[in-house]
Every structure is written in structure tokens, then in C-alpha cells.
């Protein structure tokens, strides 16, 4: 993500440096390549043709219908799984970008200090470990708390969901202020404005660009989520993709087509706006 | 240190900010397979006992299993397979709420009672049963079907044309159904009996694969392993399609209701338990999922197309099915074993 964010950084290729060195002239380049994007969208464009399939095979084409969209937005279940993974969703982001932008500045805009490294590690724990770890050990955890306080609730979903978006919002957040110097926030500090108003003034409206980045991919990222969710979530929990993996042993119909596919169209625009937005502020 | 308590404030802020006092009254929370519950079933028993129900759905026994034995999961009913019940019993998950001693017992059929995983029904009741044997498509063969000998010594029509389950046991179990010798069989000499007669067979089965419907409906193989239940929806796809009920033996399986020890709604949940064993609620259950449930009567409130099916209704001469106990360590690893050749 961190690339994405600072490709500025990288001099465009000159045209007579074309050279063998240059992957892109590589033998079988095309080929690979053309290869990886079939194997990984040929599937995912298969699942969209058949949410269309008036039928309900999954493997037979007959018509072209929406019957399978209207079914979905029918069903009670699929009504109430949307619903529970928005309010997830946007909570975590929510906390976890604040979370996130919070480390951010205390890890870039300092002095460098004892420990910084070990910050970082522990700040992007969540990438490093397996899911199925933390989901276990949170799952123990969470089920230790309930049993001293007795408190139930989403909010434990919505817990360890802004725990583990937090690096993912971080990542653009700190990006964004490696590449933003201190002079502004110097001269600022020259006029004898306060810290708070540094921030206020300066430091944050430079940053929105990072922090809208570092938000969008929580949300995403929290829409996502499987594992943990699976073992975290209780009654009236469940979340949409909780709620597919749920239906696959009775067979799948083309209305679990159809979620996926509306599932895929919200994180494909929330990865656009990403982009956009990062491009524009460029 | 302060800091530290300031954040753990505002995490237990988060957590409270959505949670209420545990267990109010008036709700149930039942935690079952995905798609397997009939709304209807669910809406009739909110309304007859004015209680709020929520349900959830998990993919498989062992995920289900994994959350249940970290306790405060907040469900009060779930629904195990066979062995699962055993398992969840063994390590005291399951609360003993005595089925046998409620209103609606008496409509249990008898056969379902004293069963290996629940001897007398002191902590379940059947929610719905079926079958793994295999479909045939009668107009590609003509003989009688009845046989494993078709999967395992096929006739010329059907050579390269048979799909079996990618499932270890249900594989082996027919195999050493087969050749006649007794399940969970750690006998080396029969189990290397066992493995010439699968390696045998291989080069005529076309595939192994979960998906048997659409392989049937595709037409891409005449014979596949398969469940009582989507044998019965690939036929309605491709009527040729026959169910077969080998006089070898087949597998039978069980998916039970019980009550979890931690309960928040101990006794709407004990509702729940007597409200399925009533006939006309049974048929709801099997009307929407397409299994046979274990509760006499319930056939007058069945579909009539689940009654003259013949995956659900087995004919009187069918061999009895076999609900095949978990193995022991030693023999899973033998049949790891015999797998690991038959995949090569």
C-alpha cells in the first residue's frame, strides 16, 4: 500500500534505457502475465455471468434474468448480514483510522527514539501473524471477558475488527507523512501557534489525503474479514461473508452469485475511490 | 500506566457501547448449518410463544465445535451430526435437558431413540437424517443398480462415466462394504484388499468431487456417489436419475437438536427441543431442507413430492443404514494410508 502512495518517488523509465535489463522486454513476459490475470478474473468473471443465469444451475446457461438479485434482496438472512456488516465495517473504520492516524504521527513525527522499530512491529502485528492465530486467541480472550463482566454484544465483533484495520489504515497514513516535510509545521511553530493548532491547521489538512486512503482500505478490509469473524461473531452476528461461506454445503445457488458479485462491485469502488482520490490530491 | 488504563477505557467503552445485560427474556439464539432452517418453522414458533429468535448459520461441525467449547458463545440450540453429539456429551458441552421426559416425546419414532450417540435421548432429539449411497442414470444402464459392484467392478456403459465423493470414509466405507468386511477396520491384510480393489477401480472413475449435482445435471459423468437429498434435486433436473440402495449397505447420517450447558435462554430453548417433535412443525423441517426428519406423523404435513420420493422413502427391502461410529486414531491413520495411494 505504502507504494502506492509514494510511486512519485520513482523516475520514469528513459526511452533509450530500454534495454534487457528492463523485465517488461523479458522473454514470456506477456505470456506470464496475461496467464496470472486470467487465472485470478476468469473465475470471478464466470460467478458474475451466472448471477445473471435465469436458471439454477450454476454451471448451465439459460437466460439472461435478474430474478437471482431480486431473491437476494428477498431473503431476511442476506438482509440482515449486509446490515450487520455495514454498521462492523463502519465502525472499525471509524476507530481504527483514528487509531491508526494517532500511531502514525507518534511513530513519523518525532525524534527518533529507543523502540521505535519495535513500535512498528508491534503497530503491523496484525499483517505478520496468521489470521487463524489471532482469531483463536481472540476468540479465548473475548470469552474470558464475557464470563468476569458478562457484558455480550457486537461491540466485541467491532472490536477486534478496528484491531486489525489498524495497520491496514496505517500504512497509507505514515506513507503520506514520510513523504510531507516539517517545514510547514516548522514555520508554524516559528509564529508561536500551539501544538494543538499546528496540528489543527498544518499537519491535518496535509494529511486527508492519507487518512481517507488509510479508511477506505479498513472498510474494505473489514468487509472482507472471514476468520475472525467466524469464531468472534455471536447470535445475530453474522456478517455477508460469514453468511455465503454458511450456505455452501447445501449447494450454491446463483443468489449467492449475485451477493458476491454486489460484494465484489462495493469493494471494486471503494478500491477506485482509493485510487482516485490519491491520484487528485497528487 | 495511566495511559494504559485511559485505553483500556475506551476499549471497554467500544465493547459497551453495543452490548446490553446478558440474556434478556423472550429470545432464543439457535446456531445451525447455513440454509438448513425453514423461516417458517422459526416465524411459527416466535409467534406461538412470543419469543424473539435469531439464527445463525456455521459450514461445518468442527468450526461450530471450536467456538462452543470456549463457552459465552450466546447460542442456547445447536445442531450436530451423529458424532459430534458423542463428542460434545464426552466433553459436557451439552446441557441434559431429558427430551425423553417431555409433552412431545411420544412422537419420536421408536427407531431413533436408543442411538450410539444418545443413548435414550437424554440430550437430543432428530432434526433431520439422511443417506450417502449413489445415483445412477437408469437409461445409461438398465440392470439392476442396486450394487456397489457398480463402482467398484462398473459394467462397459459406465466405465469412465462415475464421479465419487472426495471424502476418505465414504469412499472406504464402501469399499470394505463391498468386499463384506466391518467398518473402522484396522485388519491390515483386509485393508490392503480394500486398497487393490480402489486402485482397481480407479482408472474408471471420470472424477472426485463434492459438487454431485451439477456434475449429474452437466451430464458429465451417468453414476456419482452422492446424499439422499441432492440426489433428489439432481433428478429433478435429469429424471433418468435413479437413487440406489446397494444391498451391500450404505451410510446413514443424523443431524440432532441440543441445548448448550451454557444457555442464556435455558428454557426457550427447552421450547424449542418439544416444539420440533411435534408433527406438523417436523414437516416444516424436512419440507424446506429435503430430509427425512425422525418424527412419526409428520408425513400427513409433508410435501406430497417428498412422500413418493424414493431418496426419502426408503423402499421396505433397502438393507437398514449404517451411522458408522468415529474410528480410532489408529485406524484413521491406516485409512490415511490407503488415501494417500488411491490419490497418487
Known amino acids: 500500500m505504502a507504494e502506492i502512495s509514494s510511486t512519485s518517488a520513482v523516475p520514469a523509465p528513459e526511452e533509450n534505457v530500454r534495454s534487457a535489463l528492463n523485465l517488461r522486454w523479458q522473454p514470456g513476459f506477456n505470456q506470464i502475465a496475461w496467464m496470472c490475470i486470467f487465472f485470478l478474473y476468469a473465475p470471478i468473471a464466470v460467478l458474475i455471468a451466472f448471477s445473471f443465469n435465469d436458471n439454477r444451475s450454476v454451471v448451465v446457461w439459460t437466460d439472461f434474468s435478474f430474478r437471482w438479485y431480486e431473491a437476494a434482496f428477498d431473503n431476511r438472512g442476506i438482509r440482515n448480514a449486509t446490515l450487520v456488516s455495514m454498521q462492523v465495517a463502519v465502525v472499525a473504520t471509524f476507530f481504527s483510522t483514528i487509531f491508526a492516524t494517532m500511531a502514525a504521527l507518534a511513530t513519523t513525527r518525532t525524534e527518533q527514539y529507543r523502540g521505535q522499530v519495535l513500535a512498528y512491529a508491534i503497530i503491523n502485528q496484525p499483517l505478520m501473524i496468521p489470521e487463524i492465530v489471532t482469531a483463536v486467541a481472540t476468540l479465548s480472550f473475548f470469552s474470558l471477558i464475557k464470563q468476569v463482566t458478562g457484558l455480550t454484544g457486537i461491540g466485541y465483533l467491532m472490536l477486534a475488527h478496528t484491531v486489525f484495520c489498524i495497520p491496514f489504515a496505517y500504512m497509507p497514513i505514515r506513507a503520506r507523512l514520510e513523504d510531507m516535510t516539517l517545514t510547514l509545521e516548522q514555520a508554524a511553530t516559528d509564529l508561536y501557534a500551539p501544538p494543538w493548532q499546528v496540528f489543527r491547521r498544518i499537519t491535518l489538512p496535509l494529511l486527508v489525503p492519507g487518512v481517507v486512503a488509510g479508511a477506505m482500505l479498513a472498510f474494505v478490509v473489514s468487509l472482507d474479514d472471514v476468520i475472525i469473524t467466524l469464531l468472534v461473531a455471536g447470535p445475530g452476528e453474522t456478517t455477508l461473508p460469514v453468511y455465503i461461506l454458511g450456505q455452501i454445503r447445501r449447494g450454491i445457488t446463483p443468489e449467492i452469485n449475485a451477493v458476491s458479485t454486489l460484494l465484489l462491485g462495493l469493494s471494486i469502488l471503494f478500491v477506485t475511490l482509493f485510487f482516485l482520490y490519491g491520484k487528485r490530491r497528487k | ?344
Open chain 2, 1 to 344: 500506566m495511566k495511559r494504559f488504563v485511559i485505553g483500556l477505557m475506551a476499549a471497554t467503552a467500544l465493547v459497551a457501547v453495543a452490548a446490553g445485560p446478558a440474556a434478556a427474556d423472550g429470545k432464543l439464539n439457535i446456531y445451525n448449518w447455513g440454509n438448513y432452517t425453514n423461516p417458517e418453522l422459526i416465524k411459527k414458533f416466535e409467534e406461538t410463544y412470543t419469543v424473539e429468535v435469531t439464527l445463525d448459520d456455521y459450514d461445518s461441525n468442527e468450526i461450530m465445535l471450536a467456538k462452543v467449547r470456549e463457552g459465552n458463545t450466546g447460542y442456547d440450540i445447536v445442531v450436530p451430526g451423529d458424532y459430534m453429539i458423542l463428542v460434545m456429551i464426552e466433553q459436557d458441552l451439552l446441557a441434559k435437558v431429558e427430551p425423553n421426559k417431555m409433552e412431545n416425546f411420544k412422537n419420536l419414532d421408536p427407531k431413533w431413540v436408543d442411538v450410539w450417540w444418545d443413548n435414550g435421548r437424554e440430550y437430543s432429539v432428530p432434526w433431520q437424517w439422511g443417506t450417502t449411497s449413489f445415483t445412477v442414470d437408469t437409461e445409461v444402464y438398465k440392470g439392476d443398480i442396486n450394487t456397489l459392484a457398480l463402482m467398484f467392478d462398473p459394467p462397459a456403459e459406465l466405465q469412465g462415466r462415475i464421479n465419487m465423493l472426495n471424502d476418505m470414509n465414504d469412499v472406504i466405507n464402501a469399499g470394505l462394504r463391498y468386499l463384506g468386511y466391518s467398518r473402522c477396520n484396522g485388519n491390515q491384510d483386509q485393508l490392503r484388499e480394500v486398497t487393490e480393489l480402489l486402485l482397481k477401480a480407479k482408472p474408471h472413475w471420470r472424477t472426485m468431487d463434492y459438487a454431485t449435482i451439477e456434475k449429474l445435471t452437466s451430464r458429465d459423468v451417468d453414476l456419482s456417489q452422492n446424499w439422499n437429498g441432492a440426489a433428489m434435486r439432481a433428478r429433478a433436473d435429469r429424471p433418468s436419475l435413479k437413487y440406489a440402495y446397494p444391498k451391500e449397505g450404505f451410510t446413514g447420517w443424523m443431524d440432532n437438536v441440543a441445548v448448550l450447558k451454557d444457555a442464556p435462554n435455558m428454557e426457550n430453548a427447552k421450547l424449542f427441543v418439544n416444539f420440533i417433535m411435534a408433527p406438523e412443525n417436523a414437516a416444516l423441517i424436512s419440507n424446506f431442507a429435503r430430509y427425512a426428519n425422525g418424527v412419526l406423523g409428520s408425513d400427513k404435513f409433508m410435501d406430497p413430492e417428498m412422500l413418493s420420493a424414493p431418496e426419502i422413502v426408503m423402499p421396505a427391502d433397502a438393507p437398514t443404514p449404517d451411522f458408522v461410529k468415529p474410528c480410532p486414531q489408529e485406524v484413521v491413520e491406516l485409512y490415511n494410508k490407503v488415501w494417500t495411494r488411491l490419490k497418487q
